[in-house]
């Protein structure tokens, strides 16, 4: 049972957040020039495509990789008198005067170090990402507390991401709550070459509940949770044993990301309640964002949806990002699509007046990869096995060739046309399409633009990395 915070502990604590001001640094531009408000162009511009910026996917980054060093005569960071007993009370909600927290707020030499961050060295990057806040905050907040979780726990996305579905970080995490692979598998989330469930709001936010749920289960401490959460549970509880406390500012074992990663929590959340306070004035937030899910029968383009729906195509591909080819997958039936709000039935109505053979353009023909078999690129695009083998003359899986490219069934005229040992036609390679990078696009943006994903772009480029340069002509997969 939570036991009530003593009051005289939560006066000092709010006079202490009241008294106490970030340090000054010496790096860092002067306080920014504040824009005019965005218009409903540069707000939608804010939210899908290129939502995140060059400055600021190189400021999130930065967050990521800079690391605090104390002054060689600091001592190690301590807990106020009274503040030990309140971590272990994570439900405990901290009053600063007209400010609500309900995660533990400690403001030390690492929290003012970050703070000062924020404030001087990123405060544009910052900017945009409490603008961007306001699309997300109010349905991230109401899901944590669903869950019975701490709403403050929504300001992980802003660290992680900037609350952008679209953010990629080098290591290959992706999504507003930065997703590896294997952790986004293993909570559940779908990522292939259709889909990837990372960048699904809806999706990915039950993934993280449900990660930082385990997480505090096991530690007990959402400071440690949230460690864990970037670090791995394994080498925080390697560390909680070897240093033998559940203080997370004692742990000694952690990555110097890790170590910072708890303090850039607090820092952010701390700025983003009272922003004005911090040097944020007259910020303009994104309204927040409201859908309803539609279901489609059939593989269908967001053309049609968007159509269907009486709004853009951008609008449709901000709502469903996860959607990477521009289409719901072929071969699964009502499949489900977010759509503006209010405009469920009106969709209906509309969706099926249009024939099942015209909602969605079937690509004339197929680059067959490393791997990649007649059943499953049959499957892939929804089309009759025996009638993709009959039109391209394949008597078997062995004749199917790396780099050969199939011509599919109800596909049009086909772009290339490769028979193998059927009609006697010449095999012609089909030529390969080159992509010169420009400024300001990312490899992410790139696969958006030609309908890929950044595994086969990075794949078909032997890149190990996400990083491009200027003027760099990538080949892209499946021409």
């Given at each position: 049972m939570i036991r009530l915070i003593p009051v005289a502990l939560a006066v000092l604590l709010a006079g202490a957040c009241a008294v106490r001001k970030?340090?000054?640094a010496s790096y860092g531009p002067p306080p920014p020039v504040r824009e005019p408000a965005p218009t409903a162009v540069e707000e939608l511009s804010l939210l899908l495509g290129e939502e995140l910026t060059r400055q600021e996917a190189e400021d999130l980054a930065a967050i990521r990789a800079t690391v605090?060093?104390?002054?060689?005569?600091?001592?190690?960071?301590?807990l106020d008198a009274g503040l030990e007993d309140l971590l272990r009370q994570e439900g405990a909600v901290l009053i600063h005067e007209r400010v609500g927290y309900d995660i533990p707020i400690v403001l030390n030499d690492r929290v003012e170090w970050w703070i000062d961050y924020f404030m001087r060295r990123i405060p544009d990057s910052f900017e945009r990402y409490m603008m961007r806040s306001g699309a997300w905050l109010p349905y991230l907040q109401q899901r944590l507390r669903e869950a019975g979780l701490p709403e403050d726990l929504v300001y992980l996305a802003m660290i992680e991401s900037g609350f952008s579905s679209r953010a990629v970080s080098h290591a290959g995490a992706v999504g507003p709550w930065q997703f590896m692979p294997y952790t986004g598998r293993e909570y559940g989330l779908r990522i292939?070459?259709?889909?990837?469930?990372?960048?699904d709001y809806e999706r990915a936010?039950?993934?993280a509940i449900a990660y930082l749920s385990d997480l505090h289960a096991m530690f007990g401490s959402w400071y440690l949770a949230a460690?864990?959460?970037?670090?791995?549970q394994g080498r925080v509880g390697r560390s909680m044993l070897r240093d033998n406390t559940i203080n997370f500012w004692e742990l000694t074992g952690l990555h110097d990301e890790t170590k910072n990663y708890v303090p850039k929590?607090?820092?952010?959340?701390?700025i983003a309640k009272e922003p004005e306070r911090y040097g944020f004035r007259d910020l303009f937030y994104l309204q927040p964002i409201e859908w309803d899910v539609v279901t489609v029968p059939t593989s269908t383009d967001f053309e049609v949806i968007a159509a269907a729906a009486g709004t853009s195509v951008d609008m449709i591909r901000m709502l469903n990002p996860h959607l990477l080819q521009g289409r719901t997958p072929p071969g699964e039936g009502n499949f489900p699509v977010k759509i503006p709000g209010g405009r469920a039935q009106g969709f209906s109505e509309n969706y099926f007046r249009v024939p099942p053979s015209e909602r969605v353009s079937v690509p004339a023909t197929h680059l067959v990869r490393r791997g990649e078999t007649i059943v499953t690129i049959a499957g892939a695009y929804g089309v009759d096995r025996d009638e993709l083998m009959r039109l391209n003359g394949l008597g078997g899986e062995r004749d199917l060739q790396d780099g050969m490219s199939l011509s599919l069934p109800g596909g049009g005229s086909p772009q290339a046309t490769s028979v193998a040992g059927g009609n006697g036609a010449e095999d012609r390679a089909p030529e390969p399409r080159i992509h010169v990078v420009t400024r300001g696009q990312t490899l992410s943006s790139i696969a958006r633009q030609h309908g890929v994903t950044v595994e086969d772009l990075r794949r078909e480029n032997d890149l190990r990395t996400d990083t491009i340069r200027l003027g760099q002509r990538l080949r892209i997969p499946g021409y």
């Open positions: 970030p340090p000054v605090y060093t104390p002054p060689p005569d600091a001592t190690p960071p301590s292939d070459r259709w889909v990837d469930e990372r960048m936010t039950g993934a460690a864990g959460y970037n670090g791995g929590l607090i820092a952010a959340t701390i």
